[in-house]
């Protein structure tokens, strides 16, 4: 915070000492006659692409084992930057992606109009039920190499006053690359195409930072991802009201039809080691 990059160091803003970004050494101490050989931070593999900075973290100090692959329409400046959205949730990191093989909450949760907005009280009242949104979903983990990615492909379709609204009919490709990142890739057959990256960062073990940013074809107004965008905000809201209100159950009661979430777990179970922090939930009310 407040850093600044000079040629290929970083500044601090404290005592504007420099440190040099390929090994962290420290090459300036405005003040001193010498830098001393210690004088050295830790580095962390990182990438620039699709317009984040992203950095490696691994708690057995292991290096990259897979790439982060380029949004071409991005690099190419097909699709540009039309806005984002940030918000913090209260839970266990692995409920937000979760959420990809949880098809079974789609119709329930995301079922009511968008009109009838976020609060979960009044999402379900007549006022709205002229108008549904219904999705059809799918959730696979993919082969190797490339075994740390999954793929949904969800199809949005809505009636207004049970008549199939056509205008409404969207296709969406959710990649997730890793544990925290995801491709959603929009397609429309009148407004064009364009993507979502969906980010999820801890900030604490039970606090995630989730970012979104959607990119969308140039020649198309901004006024149609802008509404995409909130669209689908909306529907994360809803998500977010869940999260934060709902206990991660390693073994939750589940039915035949909610096997996909099994089999969600065995994929995620690939991005804890056995070294990773365990966190205890304080049982009782003695703290």
Not at 6 to 16: K, V
Not at 95 to 115: C, M, S, V
Not at 149 to 154: G, K, T, W, Y
């Amino acid at each position: 915070m407040g850093g600044r990059v000079m040629g290929n160091c970083i500044e601090c803003p404290f005592h504007g000492w420099q440190f040099r970004g390929e090994d962290g050494k420290c090459t300036s101490i405005p003040y001193a006659e010498k830098v001393p050989d210690f004088a050295k931070v830790r580095t962390w593999p990182s990438c620039e692409v699709n317009g984040m900075l992203l950095v490696w973290y691994h708690c057995d100090g292991v290096s990259p084992t897979w790439a982060v692959p380029e949004q071409q329409e991005i690099t190419t400046k097909e699709w540009v930057f039309r806005g984002q959205t940030e918000h913090f949730i209260n839970a266990h990191i692995q409920e937000i992606p979760e959420n990809a093989a949880d098809t079974a909450h789609l119709t329930f949760l995301h079922g009511p109009a968008i009109l009838s907005g976020t609060d979960l009280r009044y999402t379900r009242s007549k006022l709205w039920d002229f108008m549904k949104h219904i999705w059809k979903a799918e959730w696979q983990p993919e082969p190797e190499p490339n075994k740390h990615c999954s793929q949904l492909l969800v199809k949005h379709r809505a009636t207004v006053f049970g008549k199939h609204f056509s205008l409404l009919d969207l296709t969406v490709s959710a990649r997730q690359v890793g544990p925290g990142l995801v491709f959603l890739i929009f397609e429309h057959a009148f407004l064009g195409r364009g993507i979502i990256l969906q980010t999820v960062t801890p900030v604490e073990p039970l606090l995630q930072n989730v970012v979104h940013k959607i990119y969308y074809q140039k020649n198309m107004p901004p006024i149609i991802p802008k509404f995409i965008l909130k669209a689908e905000c909306i529907q994360f809201e809803r998500d977010i009201t869940i999260w934060n209100n709902k206990q991660y159950l390693p073994k939750p009661l589940l039915v035949k039809e909610d096997s996909t979430i099994q089999k969600h777990r065995r994929w995620y179970a690939q991005f804890y080691s056995e070294k990773s922090m365990k966190f205890t939930v304080q049982e009782g009310l003695d703290w």
